[in-house]
C-alpha cells in the first residue's frame, strides 16, 4: 500500500524528448481529492514542482519554466501518471520524482513520493 513506482528517464540531447511513467497503488490513485504531481531535483538545488494534475478530472498545472513543453495526463484504468517531455533543455537535468496525496505544486503537502528517475539532457 501506499506505493509509487517510477519508469522512463535517461539521457538525451537537448531538444530531444523523453518520458516518464508513475504507476500508483490504489489507495493512493484513489486518496479522496488528493492530486499527484511531478517534482524535480538538481543537485545543490530545492526540489521544485514540475506539473500537478486532479486525477477525479484531470484538471492540471504547470510550472513556467515547462509550460508548453511538458504534458501531464493520467490513465485511470492502470492508476498512472505520465509526464511527456519535449524540448528538453539542459536545465532540465535533474532526479524527477512522482509524487501523490498532496495539493497542487505544494511539496510539503505530498504524502507519498516515488524512488526517484534521473533525467540528464546533454547540449
Known amino acids: 500500500q501506499g506505493q509509487l513506482v517510477e519508469t522512463g528517464g535517461g539521457s538525451v540531447q537537448s531538444g530531444g524528448s523523453l518520458g516518464l511513467s508513475c504507476a500508483a497503488s490504489?489507495?493512493?490513485?484513489?486518496?479522496?481529492?488528493?492530486?499527484m504531481a511531478w517534482f524535480r531535483q538538481a543537485p545543490g538545488k530545492e526540489r521544485e514542482g514540475v506539473a500537478a494534475i486532479r486525477p477525479w478530472d484531470g484538471y492540471l498545472t504547470y510550472a513556467e519554466s515547462v509550460r508548453g513543453r511538458f504534458k501531464i495526463s493520467r490513465d485511470h484504468s492502470k492508476k498512472t501518471m505520465y509526464l511527456q517531455m519535449n524540448n528538453l533543455k539542459p536545465e532540465d537535468t535533474a532526479t524527477y520524482y512522482c509524487a501523490a496525496q498532496g495539493r497542487e505544486l505544494l511539496r510539503e503537502t505530498y504524502a507519498t513520493w516515488g524512488q526517484g528517475t534521473q533525467v540528464t539532457v546533454s547540449s
Open positions: 490504489s489507495d493512493v490513485y484513489s486518496a479522496h481529492r488528493s492530486w
